[in-house]
C-alpha cells in the first residue's frame, strides 16, 4: 500500500515508535499530510527540532496538541484522515498498578474515542499498536490493552467496512523509551554496583523499532478488518541481555515485580485455533468478525511463549544487534 498523497495522523507520534514511524515514512514516503497527535508540546517541539536536523522534506508535517481522551478534539484531528495509527498509551507495568483509572482513560477509553471518531470521519483504515502484555494478562496495563484490541476488533461491527479496524501484537521493543536495555546500559560507568536481576529464568521477545515500524505499515497494508497481526521474533535470556550490555560485571537477583511474568506470550493456546501462520509473521482472526473456514486453521494447542520460541539470540548477537543499533 502506498502512503503517498494520503493524510495519516499517529497519535502519540512523540513516542518511541510514533518518532520511528513518522521518519521512516518521510524517508520512504510523500504523504499529503502526516499529523503527530499528542499531548506535550515541549516533545512535539523536540521532535520538529530533530527533524530539521536531517534530511527528510517535512513539509507535510503537522503537530496537534490533543489528548485521546477528548473524543471533540479527536473528531476535529481526524477530519480528512485517510489512515490512523493508534500508538498512543500509557504503557510502564508498575504505574498502572498504582494508578489504575488512569491507563483505563487512556488505553480504553481513548481507544473508544479513536473507533467513534474515526467511524465519524469515515477514515479508511485504524491500526493499533497492541502488546504481549495483552495476552493472558496479570498486569492492568496488559489487561487494558486487551480491551482495547477487543473494542477495534468489535468496531467493525459498527463501520461496516468504513473504516476497518485492526491490531498488530508485539513484544518488548529494543531501545524504546523506559525499556530495560537503557536501564542496564545506565550500569555502565559504576563498576562497582550489581546489576538487577528479577529472574534467571526470565525471558522477553525482542523487536527492533526500524522492524516493529515496518511491521506496523505492512500491516496496514494487509489488514481486512479484525485481525491481529503478530511478527515472528526472536526471544532473549534477560541475563543474556545483562550480560552483552555490561559484560563480566556481578548479578544481584531483586525477584519478580508485581504484575510482571517470567516468560511473555504472543499467542495463546486459545487464540491458536483461529490463528493463520505465515513465514514470517501470524494473524490471529477475529473469532467475532469475518468470515471463517474453520480447515484454514492449522494450528492446535500452539502457544507463542518467549521461553519456548525457537529463536533465541545469544549475549553475543544481542550485544551486535545492540551496537549497529547505537544503543551501547
Ligand atoms: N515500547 C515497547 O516495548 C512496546 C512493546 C509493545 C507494544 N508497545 C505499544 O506501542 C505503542 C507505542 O509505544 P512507545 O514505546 O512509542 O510509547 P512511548 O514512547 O511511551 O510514547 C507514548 C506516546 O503516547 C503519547 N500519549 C500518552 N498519553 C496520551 C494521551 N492521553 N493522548 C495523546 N497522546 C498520549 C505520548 O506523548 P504525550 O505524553 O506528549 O502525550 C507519546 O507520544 C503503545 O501503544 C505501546 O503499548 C510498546
Same mark, same amino acid.
Given at each position: 500500500?502506498?502512503?503517498?498523497?494520503?493524510? &495519516?495522523?499517529?497519535?502519540?507520534?512523540?513516542?518511541?515508535?510514533?518518532? !520511528?514511524?513518522?521518519?521512516? %515514512?518521510? +524517508?520512504? @514516503?510523500?504523504?499529503?499530510?502526516?499529523? %503527530?497527535? $499528542?499531548?506535550?508540546?515541549?516533545? =512535539? @517541539?523536540?521532535?520538529? =527540532?530533530?527533524?530539521k536536523n536531517i534530511n527528510v522534506k517535512n513539509s507535510c508535517l503537522r503537530f496537534f496538541l490533543g489528548d485521546v481522551r477528548d473524543k471533540d478534539r479527536l473528531d476535529l484531528a481526524l477530519k480528512g484522515i485517510n489512515y490512523v495509527i493508534h500508538a498512543a498509551a500509557?504503557?510502564?507495568?508498575? !504505574? !498502572?498498578e498504582y494508578n489504575p483509572m488512569e491507563f483505563v482513560k487512556t488505553n480504553i477509553i481513548g481507544a473508544e474515542n479513536i473507533i467513534f471518531a474515526s467511524i465519524n470521519n469515515k477514515v479508511e483504515r485504524v491500526i493499533s499498536l497492541s502488546t504481549d502484555k495483552a495476552a493472558n494478562p496479570i498486569n492492568l496495563y496488559g489487561a487494558t490493552k486487551l480491551a482495547a484490541d477487543k473494542l477495534f476488533t468489535a468496531a467493525n461491527n459498527l463501520s461496516k467496512g468504513k473504516p476497518i479496524f485492526s491490531s498488530v501484537r508485539y513484544g518488548n521493543v529494543l531501545g524504546s523509551r523506559g525499556s530495560v536495555v537503557p536501564f542496564f546500559n545506565s @550500569? *555502565? =560507568?559504576?563498576?562497582? =554496583? +550489581?546489576?538487577? %536481576?528479577?529472574?534467571? /529464568?526470565?525471558? *522477553?521477545?525482542? %523487536? $527492533?523499532?526500524?522492524? /516493529?515500524?515496518?511491521?506496523?505499515?505492512? $500491516?496496514?497494508?494487509l489488514m481486512k478488518g479484525g485481525e491481529i497481526f503478530v511478527p515472528k521474533i526472536p526471544s532473549v535470556k534477560i541475563v543474556d541481555l545483562a550480560k552483552a550490555i555490561v559484560p563480566n560485571r556481578k548479578?544481584? &537477583? &531483586?525477584?519478580? *515485580?508485581?504484575?510482571?511474568k517470567i516468560a511473555e506470550v504472543l499467542i495463546t493456546k486459545d487464540e491458536s485455533k483461529n490463528t493463520l501462520e505465515f513465514k514470517n509473521h501470524y494473524v490471529i482472526n477475529s473469532e467475532i468478525f469475518g468470515n471463517h473456514n474453520k480447515k484454514k486453521y492449522k494450528l492446535k494447542d500452539f502457544e507463542y511463549n518467549s521461553s519456548k520460541n525457537s529463536h533465541f539470540l545469544n549475549e553475543k548477537q544481542i550485544r551486535l544487534i545492540c551496537k549497529n543499533l547505537k544503543l551501547i
Open positions: 500500500m502506498n502512503l503517498n498523497k494520503k493524510n &495519516i495522523l499517529i497519535t502519540g507520534g512523540t513516542g518511541s515508535f510514533g518518532r !520511528a514511524c513518522v521518519r521512516h %515514512i518521510l +524517508k520512504n @514516503y510523500n504523504p499529503n499530510k502526516l499529523v %503527530i497527535f $499528542s499531548r506535550d508540546e515541549l516533545k =512535539q @517541539y523536540e521532535m520538529l =527540532q530533530d527533524l500509557l504503557k510502564q507495568v508498575p !504505574a !498502572a @550500569y *555502565r =560507568q559504576n563498576k562497582n =554496583q +550489581k546489576i538487577p %536481576i528479577t529472574h534467571t /529464568s526470565m525471558t *522477553r521477545f525482542f %523487536i $527492533s523499532l526500524e522492524d /516493529s515500524v515496518k511491521f506496523v505499515l505492512n $500491516s496496514l497494508k548479578h544481584k &537477583i &531483586i525477584g519478580v *515485580r508485581p504484575g510482571e
